[in-house]
């Protein structure tokens, strides 16, 4: 809170672009884990 208010920011902003930069990283990142995770399970059940 004291760094949105130094900066002349407010909660609701800050709190809607830290949702967009979640939901952004979310949609990028969910898809690479997944694919690892399958690989991972792969790997072992040719073991």
Do not use: C
């Amino acid at each position: 809170m004291e760094f949105n208010e130094k900066n002349g920011g407010t909660f609701e902003e800050a709190a809607a672009a830290r949702q967009a930069a979640s939901g952004d990283h979310n949609r990028r990142e969910t898809p690479l884990f997944a694919a690892s995770i399958a690989r991972h399970a792969l790997a072992r059940s040719s073991r």
